[in-house]
């Protein structure tokens, strides 16, 4: 078949007559493991061809070829016979495959991917009809395997309409855009310790494969990557997006990077590069603070990513991280504590603002991209206003952000001079004694407040939180100074 932007389409109309989707996210899940299987199977093909043992760890019976393909008499499994083999067979064996510690990486992310996959459809008919469209993909041709790496972008584009799986996709725009200021190179190896989909990883992989010239450089390319994802459906997505990118053996763990001690990781554990988006406005339980130093244990996501990062990047390692705005005017204890850490261990020399609604409309809070490296403490910080392109209200999915979009910052990014426009700074330089005066609120070269957009109300809330344990902190901050200064104990009753 020769792939067509109707793919997703068709199975799309083919799904909606069954009474068992609910829902884009659902659709998009109920494809993906399909998809996850019949790129293994081609894999598969290839591992073969070069080991003459290699053994499937999947059984016979429930490899692709054997049961999604029609037998040489052109015998298929359909309707409930085939429903029954999905549900009471495929899913169960594969659920419980034997793994140890021993199982090689490319085998044993069968049973991670499909632990807490599920079959939502309930017709055998349609499933059937869905599986003849996946089956019409020939991975194996070069030109119609690249043909549906575009293909799957739209799939994981999908997920920002999708409801709360949102939250998985970064626009490849702005992934890609802090791939190449970070500047890959042979050898380094990345990381993502909240990888959803592997976008990050992706960008990483198309910076670096240009630099590669022969099969040794090929092996560095295909062992620089790691990743972990905690959620079940895009850790599935990442896994099948790799195999797409002929890494056959992705090193991509279904796992939760904060339940670790910080405290515990060494030398081994560190990486050259980490580019991430952690999860913001996300509460983890009281457990996992737990795994952290007291001053740095946030009851917020995104602050406990921040920490894990700078436990895990090397000396001389750099990172690119997008932010919130809140973590920038947050000047609560743990978030106060983040950043000094961060500038009194680390060099942060950039903060890229960026417009509104790049996450939209999954997300309306404005972000930000920290980049910074571990080979001095912060002697000055840049900042920089990325605005709206001209001709541009809002991003949106049928407008998103593009890469040609940030050519603004990338002109500034080696030439960097401060930008004053209509009274308000643009680009300006601080130094570290300035951002420690503002007790490490480094909400600068913001948008003036004419241009903010009028959020929805769930994120209206959690940003008016935000802004009221940031004064609360810098309040109490206030009276403690003056109180010392006047000797006064406010804990005493006289």
């Not at 929805?456 to 109490?476: F, G, V």
Request: one cysteine or more; proline letters at 4%; glycine letters at 4%.
């Amino acid at each position: 078949m020769a792939m067509q932007s109707g793919f997703i389409k068709r199975i799309r109309d083919i799904m909606r007559m069954d009474a068992g989707i609910n829902g884009d996210a659902q659709r998009i899940e109920q494809m993906v493991w399909m998809l996850f299987l019949k790129v293994y199977d081609s894999k598969e093909d290839d591992w073969e061809i070069n080991d003459d043992n290699y053994i499937s760890i999947i059984p016979e019976e429930c490899r692709w070829r054997n049961w999604a393909v029609a037998d040489e008499k052109g015998h298929v499994l359909t309707g409930d016979q085939l429903l029954d083999f999905v549900n009471n067979t495929l899913f169960p064996t594969l659920k419980n495959l034997n793994v140890s510690n021993d199982t090689p990486v490319k085998k044993s992310i069968v049973k991670s991917t499909f632990e807490d996959a599920n079959n939502y459809m309930k017709d055998g008919v349609y499933l059937r009809q869905v599986i003849d469209v996946i089956e019409e993909v020939e991975f194996d041709d070069v030109k119609e395997s690249h043909a549906f790496g575009t293909v799957y972008e739209e799939i994981l584009r999908e997920l920002q309409s999708a409801g709360s799986s949102g939250e998985f996709y970064t626009p490849r725009a702005v992934t890609d855009f802090m791939a190449m200021m970070i500047e890959p190179k042979l050898g380094e190896k990345m990381a993502d310790f909240a990888c959803g989909t592997g976008g990050f990883i992706t960008s990483w992989l198309s910076r670096l494969n240009k630099q590669v010239t022969d099969t040794k450089e090929q092996k560095l390319l295909d062992d620089s990557i790691y990743g972990i994802e905690k959620k079940p459906f895009p850790y599935m997505l990442c896994v099948t997006n790799m195999l797409l990118h002929d890494i056959e053996v992705p090193k991509i763990y279904h796992d939760n990077s904060l339940r670790k001690n910080i405290l515990d990781y060494t030398d081994d554990d560190k990486f050259d590069v980490i580019l991430m988006n952690p999860p913001y406005g996300g509460h983890e339980d009281r457990s996992i603070q737990g795994f952290f130093p007291d001053d740095l244990a946030s009851s917020e996501t995104a602050d406990l990513f921040m920490a894990v990062i700078m436990y895990r990047l090397k000396k001389d390692g750099r990172a690119a991280v997008i932010l919130p705005d809140g973590f920038l005017f947050g000047t609560d204890n743990a978030k106060v504590a983040i950043k000094k850490k961060l500038m009194s261990e680390f060099n942060l020399h950039t903060v890229i603002r960026m417009p509104h609604s790049v996450f939209a409309p999954y997300t309306s809070i404005t972000t930000n991209i920290l980049f910074f490296d571990n080979t001095k403490t912060t002697d000055k910080v840049w900042f920089y206003r990325l605005d709206m392109p001209e001709g541009y209200k809002n991003f949106s999915k049928t407008k998103p952000m593009k890469l040609e979009h940030f050519n603004p910052v990338i002109e500034w990014w080696n030439n960097r001079t401060e930008i004053n426009e209509d009274g308000f700074d643009k680009a300006k330089e601080y130094s570290f004694k300035e951002i420690e005066e503002r007790t490490y609120n480094i909400d600068l070269c913001g948008y003036p407040h004419e241009e903010e957009e009028i959020l929805p109300p769930k994120e209206l809330i959690q940003q008016y939180q935000e802004k009221r344990a940031s004064l609360n902190a810098d309040i109490d901050r206030i009276l403690e100074q003056i109180t010392d200064i006047l000797g006064i104990d406010l804990s005493s009753n006289d």
